[in-house]
């Protein structure tokens, strides 16, 4: 087992730091999401956008 540790300890270490790094962007996200802030950064202009009726779902409430 050792042996196999030694051999494989750089694949290791790399799959060690992605698995951080991804760790760290969906926990960035979620982050994110829980304050409401959102991808486009609510001042881009969004009328164009097509997702707009994702980014503000607020929006269709204010035009009823």
Known sequence: ??????QNIGTIAVCAVLLAVITAIIIYLIRNKKQGKNSCN???GCT?????????????????
């Open 1 to 6: 087992m050792l042996q196999w540790l030694s």
């Open 42 to 44: 609510c001042g881009c």
């Open 48 to 64: 164009n956008c097509a997702m707009k009726d994702t980014c503000h779902p607020q929006n269709k409430d204010e035009s009823k």
